[in-house]
């Protein structure tokens, strides 16, 4: 389980949890969960015309990632945001089939983007996945306030000077570097459980947003080490795995938070947003 050749993966995936779980906290705080969904997807298939292309598949999805965070923060101005976000999955789709229909040379790769491939990292790619994920940490450090007042209480936000479609802008092109860095390990259809799940369950656990943000990086890492082992030990697809754990994360998160000790009394919605702005 800890061979030379499982380094890499416990240190990728390691990297991708950290970044996950903090990014994550605030996609689910701002309701953002189909965007975190559909950009993966959208820069799958930048990544499959990069295949085709023949350049490095990292070009094809931060383009195709910005491209759609651009996308749907600009049509998001005009339209509620999931009608501009399924406009804009709709459309890199139908770009991915186009480029998967002009090539059969490239289906593992391309399997692997979508499944991921995580006991597959090599050395080389480790090196981009930690710039990356530094630069996403730090983005949400810089942020922090802004972002967290902006998604709790966007009037008193905008009140203090605080742009909601700047934050939404901000707060998308964030989720496309994390995009680009999680796709080439995880999978387009990982990522989103590991970004999901882990915050999903932190905020049943607690209101206080630094409290959530570091539990979410736990329950994330926890998640993904014990894929990993549990994968390793059944030889059984990693994937499910992550799934699995998220799932049962959750739904004891949920039971945790519904027990009658724990069930919120009038008024604790406002004490809860609260406790958000006074750790902002």
């Given at each position: 389980?800890?061979?030379?050749f499982?380094?890499?993966?416990w240190?990728?995936a390691?990297i991708?949890?950290?970044?996950?779980g903090?990014?994550?906290?605030?996609?689910v705080?701002r309701?953002?969960?189909?965007?975190?969904?559909?950009?993966?997807?959208?820069?799958?298939?930048?990544a499959?015309?990069?295949?085709l292309?023949g350049v490095n598949a990292?070009?094809?999805?931060?383009?195709?990632?910005?491209?759609?965070a651009?996308s749907?923060?600009?049509?998001?101005?005009r339209?509620?945001?999931?009608?501009?976000?399924?406009?804009?999955?709709?459309?890199?789709?139908?770009?991915?089939a186009?480029?998967?229909?002009?090539?059969?040379?490239?289906a593992?790769?391309?399997?692997?983007l979508l499944?991921?491939?995580?006991?597959?990292?090599?050395?080389?790619e480790?090196?981009?996945?930690?710039?990356?994920?530094?630069?996403s940490?730090?983005a949400?450090?810089?942020?922090?306030?802004?972002?967290?007042?902006?998604?709790v209480?966007?009037?008193?936000?905008?009140?203090?000077g605080?742009?909601?479609?700047?934050?939404d802008?901000?707060?998308?092109?964030?989720?496309?570097?994390?995009t680009?860095?999680?796709v080439?390990?995880?999978?387009a259809?990982?990522?989103?459980s590991l970004?999901?799940?882990?915050?999903?369950?932190?905020?049943?656990?607690?209101s206080?947003p630094?409290?959530?943000?570091l539990?979410?990086?736990?329950?994330?890492?926890?998640?993904?080490?014990a894929?990993?082992a549990?994968?390793?030990?059944?030889?059984?697809?990693?994937?499910?795995?992550?799934?699995?754990v998220g799932?049962?994360n959750?739904?004891?998160?949920?039971?945790?938070?519904g027990r009658?000790?724990?069930?919120?009394?009038?008024?604790s919605?406002?004490?809860?947003?609260?406790?958000?702005?006074?750790?902002?």
């Amino acid at each position: 389980m800890f061979a030379d050749f499982m380094v890499n993966a416990w240190v990728a995936a390691t990297i991708v949890a950290v970044v996950a779980g903090v990014v994550g906290y605030f996609t689910v705080l701002r309701g953002s969960a189909f965007a975190a969904h559909a950009l993966p997807n959208g820069a799958f298939a930048g990544a499959a015309g990069a295949s085709l292309l023949g350049v490095n598949a990292l070009v094809g999805l931060i383009s195709f990632s910005l491209l759609g965070a651009l996308s749907i923060a600009a049509l998001g101005r005009r339209a509620r945001h999931d009608v501009a976000t399924a406009l804009v999955v709709v459309m890199m789709l139908g770009l991915g089939a186009l480029f998967l229909s002009m090539t059969t040379e490239y289906a593992p790769e391309i399997f692997a983007l979508l499944f991921g491939e995580v006991l597959g990292v090599s050395s080389n790619e480790l090196v981009p996945t930690a710039l990356i994920g530094a630069v996403s940490i730090v983005a949400i450090l810089a942020l922090y306030r802004p972002l967290t007042m902006s998604s709790v209480v966007p009037e008193i936000a905008e009140s203090r000077g605080v742009s909601s479609r700047a934050m939404d802008l901000a707060f998308l092109v964030v989720l496309a570097l994390v995009t680009t860095m999680a796709v080439p390990v995880v999978g387009a259809l990982l990522i989103f459980s590991l970004l999901i799940s882990p915050a999903a369950a932190a905020r049943a656990f607690t209101s206080r947003p630094l409290r959530a943000v570091l539990l979410s990086v736990a329950l994330a890492l926890a998640t993904v080490w014990a894929a990993i082992a549990l994968s390793y030990l059944s030889n059984l697809p990693i994937g499910f795995f992550v799934g699995a754990v998220g799932a049962l994360n959750y739904g004891l998160a949920r039971g945790w938070s519904g027990r009658p000790g724990n069930k919120p009394r009038p008024g604790s919605s406002r004490r809860g947003s609260g406790a958000v702005l006074a750790d902002a």
